[in-house]
């Protein structure tokens, strides 16, 4: 077993960590957490007696070595990532550093908070004859992002959008969602620290989101979600799945022949 762990915290409530990743944090001697997102309680519940670090004051170059120092000492150690670590968890360099040191690793994953947003909002976020694509993205800010993944870009698919790390900038976002398929009438919603006790959730449209998130003095932490799918609970769905229509027939069950 490597002595090192890559574990998704989830995006908040604290039993929204996995069973292995609750387990395997429980091992640790040493835990490195995002402290500005990671409820400090998880680590405090499950490692009491690990050496912590928060990592939202650390460098690489430190957290490496917090990592390093661990393994040379025989300890297991955890590095205690919000969300999943593999959705804007840099932790594709810090892996890379690892193996530069010839270190093994292994990767837990964790609920990412697209999905307790939508399990906030109560709503699925693929629809039959709506839309079966989802688009995890972000607004460019400090961090660039490829030409051809702009929000105007993205916003000619028309699919259900997830938005991270763009809320600050939510009046970009909804510019640039305007020039694809989308209209001031699609629905968007914005999810506040998604499964966190102070959770907070506004819903409306593209012509009025922006204007509720100043109201709500909300610029952190919020995901923004955009798609007609959002539309089905007012509206009812405009098409049922066939995965449990009486008359269709799968590997599992066969349909009834009127």
Known sequence: MPKVHFIGAGPGDPELITVKGA???????????????????????????????????????????????????????VRLHTGDPAIYGAIQ?????????????????????????AAALKQE????????????????????VPERESLSEIAKIGATLVIYLSVAMIDRVVAA???????????????????????RILEGTLADISGKVRDAEIGKQALILVGDV??????GMKAKSLLYDKDFSHGCRKGIVT
């Not at 998880?42 to 990592?55: C, I, K, M, Q, T």
């Not at 460098?59 to 990592?67: N, P, S």
């Not at 360099?93 to 947003?117: C, H, K, N, W």
């Not at 976020?125 to 460019?140: A, K, N, W, Y």
């Open 125 to 144: 976020l693929t629809l039959p004859e709506v839309s079966q694509t989802v688009i995890f993205t972000r607004m460019e800010g400090k961090t660039p």
């Open 177 to 199: 969602l305007l020039q694809g398929v989308y209209t001031a009438e699609t629905p968007a919603a914005v999810v506040y620290r998604a499964s966190w006790p102070d959770e």
């Open 230 to 235: 959002f539309l089905a609970r007012k509206e």
């Open 23 to 77: 387990r395997l944090l429980g091992e640790a001697k040493v835990v490195i957490y995002a402290g500005s997102l990671v409820d400090r309680e998880l680590v405090r519940s499950h490692a009491p007696d690990a050496e912590v670090y928060d990592s939202s004051s650390m460098t690489l170059e430190e957290t490496t070595a917090a990592i390093v120092e661990g393994v040379l000492a025989d300890r297991n150690v």
């Open 93 to 117: 360099e810090q892996m890379a550093e690892l193996d530069r040191l010839g270190i093994e690793y292994a990767v837990v994953p964790g609920v990412t908070s697209a999905f307790a947003a």
